[in-house]
């Protein structure tokens, strides 16, 4: 007994005592200048891609690097921003027979965070695969989705803010990427017959998007 006290009383002496650091959550803002978000839609006999980016995504994020599963988050696209390359297409998208945007709560497609999966807390400079649990909304219809995705915080020194923030960056930054895919008709939208060649019933859905902390 007296010598388990002696080792203890000797560890103590040369590591110092144990330094317990808090879990705080930190929010960060999204950097639109370097954010963008897509769509593609592959169909037998036409594939297009669908972007936005700037203005056309807003975005929140809540996160512990310590425990990103407890990170809570929304991303929103504006829909009346999104381009495929073709006017016509893109005025069609919108219209009443699909997402219908003049009506203002069917502009945006929103993905809500619910919980994350991931298998270790966040290291600064290293790429952490996590599975992302939300609900998707698409022209007012949620459905729960999962996304596959990764996450990179990325901590900077006081010289290196210096550097960096002209550009916007600060000490804490945090960089997400997802996918996931949905249908137009989980959303209660349906695709002509005379279009499904050129329409695809699935959309396959990504995000690149830069948080930081002001």
């Known amino acids: 007994m007296t010598r388990q006290v002696t080792v203890t009383a000797l560890a103590v002496a040369l590591l110092g005592p144990a330094t317990i650091v808090a879990a705080e959550p930190m929010t960060f803002t999204l950097r639109t200048r370097y954010s963008q978000a897509s769509f593609r839609s592959d ?34 696209v504006d829909m009346n921003r999104v381009t495929t390359g073709i006017d016509k297409r893109d005025a069609d998208m919108r219209s009443k027979q699909y997402l219908d945007t003049e009506v203002e709560a069917n ?32 022209k007012q219809k949620a459905v729960p989705k999962v996304a596959d995705g990764s996450v990179t915080y990325i901590t900077l020194t006081p010289e290196q803010v210096e550097t960096q923030k002209r550009f916007g960056f600060t000490g804490d930054n945090m960089k997400v990427k997802a996918r996931l895919s949905t249908t137009f008709t989980e959303h209660g939208i349906q695709v002509p017959q005379l279009l499904f060649l050129k329409v695809a019933n699935e959309i396959q859905m990504a995000v690149d998007l830069v948080f930081v902390r002001p």
């Open 43 to 76: 169909a037998p006999l036409e594939t297009f891609v669908g972007t936005s980016a700037l203005e056309g995504i807003q975005g929140t994020l809540t996160a512990d690097p310590l425990k990103p599963s407890e990170a809570k988050g929304s991303v929103k």
């Open 107 to 138: 502009r945006w497609v929103t993905f809500d965070v619910q919980r994350v999966e991931a298998s270790e807390p966040l290291v600064s400079g290293k790429e952490t695969p996590v599975r992302i649990h939300g609900m998707l909304t698409v």
